[in-house]
């Protein structure tokens, strides 16, 4: 089922609040006040100052104000970390994650019910790919943990990475209104800087991304230092080589003026060696990037083992030595598989719903 984005009011910027407003005979004021109860994530019964007949009409009419509800919480007990299972108004759910930091609160949220990239090391891709998110769906998580975490005129979340279930690029539009709609100032206002896109390399959306004046931090999900062994982890490179990558970022470099975050997850005698340390070195050599090695975290259906501690960080120091920027990432939320390439739809199995 694909929701119809006219339905759902956070998929409305305020411009558009304040045409439908107007459908509706109600003063651009009014579509502020409705605009600011949406980025609160409130419900219709409390929007208190607007009026009971304008509200009912929207009822009647079938809009809803916020696509996604919190259905359960889980919290590690290994560190600060809470996964949330969001129900979408169709009854999917959809998983996220919230990592807290001493600069602030990151969350991770996801795109797409499902994904179709398939990579052979991440969860989200067993179930396929379900429908995309709409903007007002991806914006919906952030306002759902932000009520949670956060409260009347402050913000529980700091950072976004679009890093959950799904390929952001792979639901371009959508993506694009959410990136919108979360850097409003009259909104979420969340700062542009503080927004990271993570995708496996949709180079033709990765220039047009630059092209469209969108600018989040770009981390590429590289994970092989060569176009034989990525064929082997991730079919998309079947699509796109590592060259066509770089030429693709060297482009969004040009245009942004932003760092590029390569992303490569560590799989025991995979891609952990040595020449695979020098090849990687070879490959981003001369980028304005910095690479984040991650400890593969396990997933039972693919049967794929990470890194020893010792191997992660000896490939760290073979980059570093060849001058690449490169830190391994703290593995956070693994107890309740909440942590990189472990969220999906499992829940709904497990329920049964």
């Known amino acids: 089922m694909i929701m119809e984005e006219t339905k759902l009011l956070t998929d409305k910027s305020l411009e558009e609040i304040e045409k439908l407003a107007a459908d509706y005979g109600q003063p651009k004021f009014r579509a502020r006040q409705l ?3 949406l980025s609160k994530g409130k419900d219709f019964d409390a929007m208190s100052n ?3 007949a304008f509200i009912q009409s929207l009822k009647d009419d079938g809009y809803k104000p916020c696509g996604v509800e919190v259905h359960r919480q889980f919290k590690s007990q290994k560190d600060e970390t809470v996964k949330y299972i969001y129900k979408l108004n169709d009854g999917n759910l959809i998983e996220g994650v919230l990592m807290k930091y001493k600069y602030g609160n990151t969350l991770c949220v996801s795109t797409q019910v499902g994904c179709r990239m398939n990579c052979s090391f991440c969860a989200s891709g067993l179930d396929g790919l379900i429908r995309n998110l709409s903007a007002g769906e991806i914006l919906g998580q952030v306002i759902a943990v932000n009520a949670l975490n956060g409260g009347e005129g402050s913000r529980g ?4 990475v679009l890093m959950g279930s799904g390929e952001p690029l792979d639901n ?5 209104k959410f990136l919108s709609l979360a850097s409003d100032e009259r909104g979420l206002n969340v700062s542009k800087r503080n927004v990271s896109l993570s995708t496996c390399g949709l180079c033709d959306n990765i220039r047009r991304l630059a092209d469209d004046g969108y600018s989040p931090t770009l981390t590429i999900s590289l994970h092989a230092p060569n176009d034989e ?11 796109y080589s590592i060259s066509d990558i770089i030429s693709a970022v060297k482009y969004y470099f040009d245009k942004t ?3 590029i975050i390569f992303e490569y997850s560590m799989i025991a005698g995979k891609n952990d060696t ?3 340390a020098r090849q990687l070195a070879d490959v981003v050599k001369g980028l ?6 991650i400890p593969l975290n396990y997933v039972k259906e693919r049967g794929l083992d990470g890194s020893s501690k010792k191997d992660v960080y000896r490939f760290m120091a073979m980059l570093e030595s060849r001058g690449v920027s490169a830190t391994v990432r703290r593995s956070m939320g693994s107890d309740i598989d909440g942590a990189c390439g472990q969220l999906r739809r499992k829940i709904l199995e497990d329920e049964n719903l």
Request: aromatic letters at 8%; hydrophobic letters at 35%.
């Open 35 to 37: 605009f600011e109860w």
């Open 50 to 52: 607007l009026p009971k």
């Open 157 to 160: 979340v700091t950072n976004i």
């Open 172 to 176: 371009y539009d959508n993506v694009c």
């Open 229 to 239: 062994m990525r064929r082997q982890i991730m079919p998309i490179a079947k699509k």
């Open 257 to 259: 003026g932003r760092r």
């Open 274 to 276: 040595p020449e695979c």
């Open 288 to 293: 304005a990037c910095h690479v984040n090695l």
